[in-house]
C-alpha cells in the first residue's frame, strides 16, 4: 500500500472540480482532512477504485514532526552543497565569494554559506527559508530576471500547487496588510523592499527580493466602499528556471510567517 507524506499528495489524486459531494467546500479542503484521518479517500465519488485500493483507507502516516521533517531534508541538501565549487557559482547565484565562503543577499541581508553547506547569517533562518536557499544554491541556472511579472499559477508547475498558495501565502499575507498598517513601510525599512509603479491598478506595488534572482511583487487594493482588500503575490516568469515550484511555495510560506510574527510583536493580531 503507497504511503502517503503529505496533503498535497493527496490533493494531486483528485480531480480538483470541487463538487462538495464529500462534504467539504474544496478538493484542498478534503485533502486537508484526509491527510488529518477526519476522513477516508475513499468519502470522494469521484476517485477510481484503482486509486482508493493502491492508498487505502487508512490515515496517511504523518511524520513525526514537520520540524525534523524538514531537517531532515536541509541534512540532505547540505551533502549536495559539498559537491559544488561555490568560487565558481558565486556569479550564477548572484553572489559573492571570499573568505572560503558564498555570501548572498536574502531580503537585503547577508547570509553565508561554506562548503559544508552550513548557514550562517545576523538574522534568524527558519527551516522554510533554509531548504529554498539550499536548492537556490544548487539548482538555480543563473537566469537573469526577466522584468515579466506572472501569478503563481502561471508559472510551469504553479498550477496544481496554485490552491494551496493562495491559502497558505496570499490569504494570511492580506490578513496580516489589513491589520498591520507599517508593514510595507518595514518591508522597505528592514528588507530592502522596492516600492514600484502601481502594478495592476494596486495601491501598493513593492517588490523583495527573498534571493537573488527570485524577486517577488507584492500587490496590495486597500478596502474599498463595497468591497474588501485584496493582496496578490506575483513571480518573474523566470522563477523556475532558479528554484523548484516547492521551494517557491516554501519561501511564499516562509515569509508569511516572519511577517506574521513581526506583526504579533507590534501588538497586532
Known sequence: ?????????????????????????TCLAFAGAVFQGKKQLSECPRLSSDIIKQYGNEKAEKPASAEQDMEAAALGLKRKITEIDLSSSAERLGGIFS??????????????????????????????????????????????????????????????????????????????ADTYTDLFEDMIRLFKGREVEKHYSADI??????????????????????FESSLNLFFDSTAEENLNIESLYALGTGLVRMFEKISLRHGYQ
Not at 527558519?126 to 537556490?136: A, E, F, K, Q, S
Not at 513593492?206 to 486597500?222: A, D, G, R, T
Request: hydrophobic residues 35%.
Open 99 to 176: 573568505n572560503k565562503k558564498l555570501t548572498i543577499k536574502i531580503l537585503g541581508k547577508n547570509v553565508h554559506v561554506n562548503s559544508e553547506g552550513n548557514l550562517s547569517s545576523d538574522i534568524h533562518l527558519h527551516p522554510w527559508v533554509t531548504i529554498p536557499i539550499l536548492n537556490y544554491i544548487i539548482d538555480s541556472s543563473g537566469a537573469p530576471v526577466s522584468g515579466k511579472w506572472v501569478p503563481f499559477r502561471e508559472l510551469k508547475n504553479g498550477k496544481t500547487w496554485a490552491p494551496l498558495f493562495g491559502q497558505r501565502c496570499e490569504k494570511p499575507l492580506k490578513k496580516v
Open 1 to 25: 500500500m503507497a504511503q502517503i507524506k503529505n496533503a498535497m499528495e493527496i490533493f494531486k489524486l483528485l480531480e480538483k472540480s470541487n463538487c462538495r459531494e464529500c462534504n467539504e467546500k
Open 205 to 226: 506595488s513593492l517588490v523583495l527580493h527573498p534571493l537573488p534572482k527570485v524577486p517577488i511583487l507584492i500587490c496590495y487594493w486597500k478596502p474599498g466602499e463595497g
